[in-house]
């Protein structure tokens, strides 16, 4: 291997590798011990949080950092460009673990929540950019170029998941917080050094880029944001003094920022499709664009309570002890990217392999196995809640077994969805769609919580029928996929 390539590839590549290595182990190891620590006693160092609550909050964090790609990415395309806007939200995420690690006071840590998903807002989508920007020729070079960063998400997810939850239950919450933001800095440090080989790419603001190229003034759309913040509030105070929501509580807030999530996605896609100059094909390509983005929403909502519900489940129903150890709850978090980094390269060949006999499922087929597969995994914890409400622990195979069923839902729908907008976007929307793609997870993530709030240590009895109700949407959301996939695929027109 040439020393001016990182494993083949540009050595520009090594540099966001590694930032998002360490923005990833940062992330996830927090949000291996967010909920646990929310909802350990203040006897304990913890906050002392109601399941409700602290299910509310975690809602809308992680719903948040999602939603705060958008903004993210309007930040670097027409003031600070990718690459200022990735060293500035490190320094954010990295300032919110701090300020998390800080004891005892409810206050700083939501400002700690808030710096932290403003970050990753303005990180995650532009690292990602300048990632193709690597790559001006496409190909099979690019693709394999977004591979191997890949792997450097999943390696960040699975050190952070080791070693922030051991330190964090094991020894101190906060020293937990405190590593998370270690982590970040180690990140911020190497991208410092070695944003050199990145070239100028990421340095200009692409709207101001085109616009220079084009000779014309740029434009931000900044009166469409001010305009939609305005419906927004209007919607949340209208829904308050109605009593339609509750905004006096985190509960009520989270389930306010959900109807307005559905509220204006819907509003959007109905003025793309009246309003958005768009022929009858790109029409049904939108449409089709709906249902992904209405069946993601569906499977993150029960992907994601694997660091909230299953979380919870982990560690207060669940025989950790393994030769006479406990392992930290938190552990069981690893379990998915580990399946991920084991499976990806082997579903990924089974596609290019039912590709080259003509038998590749269609996008709506892979996208009712995925949600049929997460659904199964909640059948399985039906199971062990089952052994639970009988007033045994269950074992630790129960939830491993859940968390293959969801990698392996995961691998036939996340990366699948993602391309498949790609595809189908129109070009006058592209960046849209791919900021919809974001929502549905913001939505599915917020669900997730929303969901987490329900579980009540203290009435096991009610476990098994929670379970139960993810398994029923699940599968049956697959199924209705499965069903109308010969419709979808025909509204698909040329896109595989």
Request: include cysteine; charge should be neutral; aromatic fraction near 14%.
């Given at each position: 291997?040439?020393?001016?390539?990182?494993?083949?590839?540009?050595?520009?590549?090594?540099?966001?590798?590694?930032?998002?290595?360490?923005?990833?182990?940062?992330?996830?190891?927090?949000?291996?011990?967010?909920?646990?620590?929310?909802?350990?006693?203040?006897?304990?160092?913890?906050?002392?949080?109601?399941?409700?609550?602290?299910?509310?909050?975690?809602?809308?964090?992680?719903?948040?950092?999602?939603?705060?790609?958008?903004?993210?990415?309007?930040?670097?395309?027409?003031?600070?460009?990718?690459?200022?806007?990735?060293?500035?939200?490190?320094?954010?995420?990295?300032?919110?673990?701090?300020?998390?690690?800080?004891?005892?006071?409810?206050?700083?840590?939501?400002?700690g929540l808030a710096f932290v998903a403003t970050g990753t807002?303005?990180?995650?989508?532009?690292?990602?950019?300048?990632?193709?920007?690597?790559?001006?020729?496409?190909?099979?070079?690019?693709?394999?170029?977004?591979?191997?960063?890949?792997?450097?998400?999943?390696?960040?997810?699975?050190?952070?998941?080791?070693?922030?939850?051991?330190?964090?239950?094991?020894?101190?919450?906060?020293?937990?917080?405190?590593?998370?933001?270690?982590?970040?800095?180690?990140?911020?440090?190497?991208?410092?050094?070695?944003?050199?080989?990145?070239?100028?790419?990421?340095?200009?603001?692409?709207?101001?880029?085109?616009?220079?190229?084009?000779?014309?003034?740029?434009?931000?759309?900044?009166?469409?944001?001010?305009?939609?913040?305005?419906?927004?509030?209007?919607?949340?105070?209208?829904?308050?003094?109605?009593?339609?929501?509750?905004?006096?509580?985190?509960?009520?807030?989270?389930?306010?920022?959900?109807?307005?999530?559905?509220?204006?996605?819907?509003?959007?896609?109905?003025?793309?499709?009246?309003?958005?100059?768009?022929?009858?094909?790109?029409?049904?390509?939108?449409?089709?664009?709906?249902?992904?983005?209405?069946?993601?929403?569906?499977?993150?909502?029960?992907?994601?309570?694997?660091?909230?519900?299953?979380?919870?489940?982990?560690?207060?129903?669940?025989?950790?002890?393994?030769?006479?150890?406990?392992?930290?709850?938190?552990?069981?978090?690893?379990?998915?990217?580990?399946?991920?980094?084991?499976?990806?390269?082997?579903?990924?060949?089974?596609?290019?392999?039912?590709?080259?006999?003509?038998?590749?499922?269609?996008?709506?087929?892979?996208?009712?196995?995925?949600?049929?597969?997460?659904?199964?995994?909640?059948?399985?914890?039906?199971?062990?809640?089952?052994?639970?409400?009988?007033?045994?622990?269950?074992?630790?195979?129960?939830?491993?077994?859940?968390?293959?069923?969801?990698?392996?839902?995961?691998?036939?729908?996340?990366?699948?969805?993602?391309?498949a907008t790609t595809k189908l976007a129109p070009k006058a929307?592209?960046?849209q769609m791919m900021g919809i793609w974001f929502v549905g997870?913001?939505?599915?993530?917020?669900?997730?919580?929303?969901?987490?709030?329900?579980?009540?240590?203290?009435?096991?009895?009610?476990?098994?029928?929670?379970?139960?109700?993810?398994?029923?949407?699940?599968?049956?959301?697959?199924?209705?996929?499965?069903?109308?996939?010969?419709?979808?695929?025909?509204?698909?027109?040329?896109?595989?």
């Amino acid at each position: 291997m040439s020393a001016k390539t990182f494993f083949g590839q540009p050595r520009g590549l090594a540099t966001l590798w590694f930032t998002e290595m360490w923005e990833r182990f940062s992330y996830y190891g927090m949000r291996a011990i967010l909920i646990l620590f929310m909802t350990t006693p203040a006897a304990q160092e913890g906050l002392g949080l109601d399941v409700e609550t602290a299910g509310a909050i975690y809602g809308l964090y992680t719903a948040g950092v999602y939603l705060l790609t958008l903004p993210g990415g309007w930040m670097a395309d027409n003031i600070l460009g990718q690459r200022k806007a990735i060293w500035y939200g490190g320094i954010c995420i990295m300032i919110g673990h701090l300020l998390l690690a800080i004891p005892g006071y409810v206050p700083t840590f939501a400002l700690g929540l808030a710096f932290v998903a403003t970050g990753t807002g303005l990180l995650k989508p532009n690292i990602s950019t300048i990632v193709g920007d690597l790559y001006p020729e496409g190909g099979a070079r690019r693709d394999a170029g977004f591979s191997l960063f890949y792997m450097g998400i999943n390696t960040g997810s699975i050190l952070g998941q080791f070693f922030v939850p051991l330190l964090a239950e094991k020894v101190n919450w906060h020293l937990g917080f405190g590593l998370a933001a270690i982590g970040m800095l180690a990140g911020l440090i190497q991208y410092k050094l070695t944003q050199g080989t990145l070239n100028d790419l990421g340095v200009e603001p692409k709207a101001k880029a085109k616009a220079r190229e084009e000779g014309t003034a740029s434009s931000g759309n900044s009166s469409m944001a001010i305009i939609l913040a305005i419906v927004v509030v209007g919607l949340l105070v209208i829904g308050q003094f109605a009593g339609f929501i509750d905004l006096t509580t985190a509960r009520g807030i989270a389930e306010a920022v959900g109807i307005i999530i559905v509220l204006i996605t819907l509003f959007y896609f109905l003025y793309i499709l009246t309003s958005g100059g768009l022929n009858t094909d790109e029409k049904k390509k939108v449409v089709i664009i709906f249902f992904l983005f209405v069946g993601a929403a569906l499977f993150w909502s029960g992907f994601e309570q694997a660091a909230s519900t299953l979380n919870l489940f982990a560690r207060d129903y669940t025989d950790r002890v393994l030769f006479g150890w406990e392992l930290p709850a938190g552990w069981l978090q690893n379990v998915n990217p580990i399946m991920i980094v084991i499976f990806a390269p082997i579903l990924g060949s089974l596609w290019v392999k039912l590709a080259a006999k003509g038998m590749n499922p269609s996008t709506p087929v892979k996208f009712g196995i995925g949600l049929i597969l997460m659904g199964l995994g909640f059948f399985v914890m039906y199971f062990a809640a089952k052994i639970v409400t009988a007033g045994a622990m269950a074992g630790m195979t129960w939830l491993v077994f859940t968390y293959f069923l969801h990698s392996t839902g995961e691998l036939a729908l996340s990366p699948v969805g993602l391309s498949a907008t790609t595809k189908l976007a129109p070009k006058a929307y592209y960046g849209q769609m791919m900021g919809i793609w974001f929502v549905g997870a913001a939505l599915g993530n917020l669900i997730a919580g929303l969901f987490a709030g329900g579980f009540d240590p203290d009435q096991v009895d009610t476990m098994p029928d929670l379970f139960m109700s993810v398994v029923l949407f699940g599968c049956g959301s697959g199924i209705l996929f499965l069903v109308f996939s010969g419709l979808m695929r025909k509204w698909m027109g040329d896109v595989h």
